[in-house]
């Protein structure tokens, strides 16, 4: 009888090199996706705001937008445009959003903040 083993590698799709398919995928420009983040909201706002456009129109909000202004943009994606968003996960994307797109953004740092460089020996 045939290992296991055996059987797997005489399938044929595992016999194709790898990256084989990937010439047919063209992945969108790096604008177009959400930033990544370790906020718990980023997987969610992935998963739940990327069906019906990209992130870009997250992106080209003013960057001054105020956490209730995103909270009232995401209910309306939920509410208006039927997006199939759950109650308690408004307030997670809405928190990454704000930090990550809007007015509670981390200001970048500014030079003094920046690690001296090393002195050379
Ligand atoms: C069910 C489809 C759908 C989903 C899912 C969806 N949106 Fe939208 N979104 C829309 C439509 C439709 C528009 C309006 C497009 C237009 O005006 O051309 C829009 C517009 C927007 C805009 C532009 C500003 C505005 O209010 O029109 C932002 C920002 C936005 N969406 C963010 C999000 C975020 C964040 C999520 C996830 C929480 C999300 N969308 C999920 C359909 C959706």
């Given at each position: 009888m045939p290992s296991f083993l055996?059987?797997?590698r005489s399938l044929p799709f595992l016999a194709l090199p790898a990256g084989a398919l990937a010439a047919e995928i063209t992945l969108p420009p790096e604008t177009a996706r959400y930033v990544e983040s370790p906020l718990p909201g980023y997987a969610t706002a992935v998963a739940m705001c990327?069906?019906?456009?990209?992130?870009?129109?997250?992106r080209i909000q003013p960057p001054t937008m105020a956490r209730a202004a995103w909270k009232a943009n995401v209910t309306k994606m939920q509410k208006t445009?039927?997006?199939p968003i759950a109650d308690d996960a408004i307030d997670p994307i809405v928190d990454y959003l704000v930090k990550t797109y809007g007015a509670e953004?981390?200001?970048a740092?500014?030079?003094s903040e920046r690690p001296a460089a090393v002195p050379a020996r």
């Open positions: 055996h059987l797997l990327s069906t019906c456009h990209s992130a870009d129109y997250a445009f039927g997006a953004r981390a200001p740092p500014a030079k």
